[in-house]
């Protein structure tokens, strides 16, 4: 089997060749342009390919992101009609963003962008009350397999946990309030913390605005792991500036890396991290990949 990995920008040949070359001996990895013989290549490994990226190749039988979103793949105009594409789903990238979630659920109830500006001006000063997790309500939107690691990790902490997706989760999670399609406000009006991890659709994209924001509790937070492009940045910062929310922690953007004289850099009630809320690890998604593979084309 002949496999083609693109976006060489970000060293992803460098970095997965030799793990192929150890776990899956029976592909061979090149580059775009080394591949010789277009018709033989049975599969493309890329995250944001370029416009003409499948356009070589006849013979595709799947492509593979190497993220947990696929949104660039499936728009891209050259991407044959009826290809699956599969995107990295392994246990330890769900516990990554479990863990991320949890960070930063903690760090708005908590009080600790309190606690990093207190210290620089050495003001010893405790909030006493309200620590319990069960005064928290956490809301994931979202519930597919990132979703489901999410919630179950908060849940293990003490939070109580409401989960939205647009139909009902099979199977349901035990512990979690489940809310689907037609409940939207319902499920916002009881997240003290909302843990965004949708997919970008035509559906989600700029769905989290202004107005969305507002259905939220008065002093709820957004922690934002999902795509860019489902928040509008500037809304979003009306309403944190009028005061209904508390705060807001964002992995994603809609221009990546986020540009310097983007306001949401300076902002006292804004955490920032870029893009890190799980990077998965090469060795996993090399054996998701040889183990699809394998099925798809058994020796």
């Known amino acids: ?37 277009p018709e033989e290549v049975s599969f493309v490994f890329t995250f944001r390919p370029a416009d003409d990226a499948f356009a ?26 009826g290809v699956p594409v599969y995107r990295v789903e392994d246990a330890d990238q769900a516990l990554q963003m479990a863990g991320y979630a949890a960070f930063h659920v903690h760090w708005h109830h908590r009080h600790m962008a309190q606690y990093v500006a207190q210290q620089r001006d050495a003001v010893w000063e405790r909030v006493l009350t309200g620590l319990s997790p069960t005064h928290k309500r956490v809301g994931v939107l979202g519930f597919g397999h990132m979703g489901r690691a999410i919630a179950k990790g908060l849940m293990a902490l003490g939070y109580p946990v409401s989960a939205y997706a647009r139909s009902q989760p099979n199977p349901p999670e035990p512990g979690v309030r489940h809310f689907t399609d037609g409940q939207m406000d319902a499920f916002l009006a009881e997240s003290d913390m909302l843990v965004n991890v949708l997919p970008l659709t035509e559906q989600t994209k700029g769905l989290i605005d202004a107005a969305f924001l507002r259905k939220l509790p008065e002093g709820a937070a957004l922690i934002h792991m999902g795509r860019g492009g489902q928040v509008d940045e500037a809304q979003l910062l009306e309403v944190l500036d009028a005061g209904h929310l508390c705060g807001a922690s964002l992995d994603v953007f809609d ?20 893009h890190v809320a799980s990077i998965p690890e090469a060795t996993f998604v090399v054996r998701g990949i040889r183990d699809r593979m394998r099925a798809l084309v058994p020796a």
């Open 1 to 37: 089997m002949i496999g083609v990995v693109t976006n060489t920008a970000f060293e992803m040949f460098d970095r997965f060749s030799p793990i192929f070359a150890a776990e899956a001996p029976e592909i061979t990895i090149l580059r775009p342009e080394d591949v010789e013989r």
């Open 56 to 81: 070589p190749y006849p013979n595709l039988q799947a492509v593979f992101s190497a993220g947990a979103g696929t949104d660039a793949i499936d728009a891209c105009p050259s991407l044959p009609e």
């Open 255 to 274: 221009t990546e890396p986020l540009p310097a004289e983007s306001p949401l850099w300076g902002h006292p009630k804004v955490l920032i991290t870029p």
